[in-house]
T-cell receptor, first 111, second 117 residues
Framework: AQRVTQPEKLLSVFKGAPVELKCNYS??????LFWYVQYSRQRLQLLLR??SRESIKGFTADLNKGETSFHLKKPFAQEEDSAMYYC?????????????FGKGITLSVRP | NAGVMQNPRHLVRRRGQEARLRCSPM?????VYWYRQLPEEGLKFMVY????????ESGMPKERFSAEFPKEGPSILRIQQVVRGDSAAYFC???????????????FGEGSRLTVL
C-alpha cells in the first residue's frame, strides 16, 4: 500500500530562518512526488513536483530513494510562506493517476 | 477560466438525509477526482472519474456513497442517509493528462463542507 507520512503538524520559524518540511513515503514502484500548498483562504495548488527538478518561490525538494524521503526546503523563510503544505505521491503506473496525500503541515513564519 | 467550481460551499444535513455535492471541472479537463478531508486528517482519495465512467472507486465507502460524471453537467458526489461521521470537507480536483507527464497536475476546488447534525 502507498503511504505518505508527514511526521510534524506544525512548524513555526522566524522570518529568514531555514525551513525543512519532512515527507517520507512508502511505495513499491517508481514514485512520482509532489508538494501542494494551501495559503489562507485559497484553494490547494501545486507547488512543485520532483520530476521537474525546479525551484519554486525559493523552495526545493529532492527525492531520496534510499531514505524514501522528499523533504521540502527553503534557506530563508518569508512571512508569505505561511501556509499548509501537503506532500503527495502518484501511486498509479498507468495514465490514470491518483494522488495519495500526507496529513499536511502548517508552516508559520513569524516576523 | 474560473477554475474548478464546487457547490454548495457549505451544506448542513440532519442524520438520515441525503447530501449532494457538485463539481464542475476546469474547462477542457475530463478527469475528476473526489477527496475527503476529515478533521485533523489529510486528504483521502475517494473516486476518480472520466466522463460517464468511474475509473477508480477504491476509496469510496462501500455503502451510501456514489459518484457520477455525466456526459453533460457537473460531477456529483452523493451521500445517502448521512451520519455524523460523514461530516468533513469534500474536495474535487480536475486534471488534463498530458502525454509528456504520467501525472497531470491536479487543480482543486475550494471544497464543500458538510456538517451532519
Amino acid at each position: 500500500a502507498q503511504r505518505v507520512t508527514q511526521p510534524e503538524k506544525l512548524l513555526s520559524v522566524f522570518k529568514g530562518a531555514p525551513v525543512e518540511l519532512k515527507c517520507n513515503y512508502s511505495y513499491s514502484g517508481s514514485p512520482e512526488l509532489f508538494w501542494y500548498v494551501q495559503y489562507s483562504r485559497q484553494r490547494l495548488q501545486l507547488l512543485l513536483r520532483h520530476i521537474s527538478r525546479e525551484s519554486i518561490k525559493g523552495f526545493t525538494a529532492d527525492l531520496n530513494k534510499g531514505e524514501t524521503s522528499f523533504h521540502l526546503k527553503k534557506p530563508f523563510a518569508q512571512e508569505e510562506d505561511s501556509a499548509m503544505y501537503y506532500c503527495a505521491l502518484d501511486s498509479n503506473t498507468g495514465a490514470n493517476s491518483k494522488l495519495t496525500f500526507g496529513k499536511g503541515i502548517t508552516l508559520s513564519v513569524r516576523p | 477560466n474560473a477554475g474548478v467550481m464546487q457547490n454548495p460551499r457549505h451544506l448542513v444535513r440532519r442524520r438520515g438525509q441525503e447530501a449532494r455535492l457538485r463539481c464542475s471541472p476546469m474547462k477542457g479537463h475530463s478527469h475528476v477526482y473526489w477527496y475527503r478531508q476529515l478533521p485533523e486528517e489529510g486528504l483521502k482519495f475517494m473516486v476518480y472519474l472520466q466522463k460517464e465512467n468511474i475509473i477508480d472507486e477504491s476509496g469510496m465507502p462501500k455503502e451510501r456513497f456514489s459518484a457520477e460524471f455525466p456526459k453533460e453537467g457537473p460531477s456529483i458526489l452523493r451521500i445517502q442517509q448521512v451520519v455524523r461521521g460523514d461530516s468533513a470537507a469534500y474536495f474535487c480536483a480536475s486534471s488534463q493528462i498530458r502525454r509528456t507527464s504520467r501525472t497531470g497536475e491536479l487543480f482543486f476546488g475550494e471544497g464543500s463542507r458538510l456538517t451532519v447534525l
